[in-house]
């Protein structure tokens, strides 16, 4: 895991801080990653009459930032290396205040 993280970090470092921030696809696929999929996950399983731990866990799996897997996954089949480290970053600061919020509001 934290060779992982400094292979995120190294293609993180080629790009200018500002570029993370600056697209708006990013921050579209982040608000929908960590706030739109576990409300919808959260009103599909009340619907269902789940229990309550089971949503519980399932809501809040589906709130996590990106996987840093999906970085190294794409460096190994040759897709958009920068793209996604930059949606692992985003994510990841950006769950610092959805993960908290997603569990006071919907569980």
Do not use: C, H
């Not at 409300?39 to 996590?64: E, F, K, N, P």
């Amino acid at each position: 895991m934290p060779l992982s993280l400094l292979v995120v970090g190294s293609f993180l470092a080629d790009i200018p801080a500002g570029q993370v921030f600056r697209s708006a696809k990013l921050w579209l696929l982040s608000i929908l990653r960590l706030l739109v999929l576990p409300v919808v996950l959260w009103a599909i399983l009340r619907t269902m009459s789940t229990d309550a731990l089971v949503m519980g866990i399932a809501v809040t799996q589906i709130a996590m930032p990106v996987a840093v897997n999906g970085t190294l996954l794409s460096m190994e089949y040759g897709g958009d290396t920068a793209s996604m480290a930059q949606i692992t970053f985003l994510t990841t600061l950006g769950s610092i205040l959805t993960i908290p919020m997603i569990a006071a509001l919907l569980l």
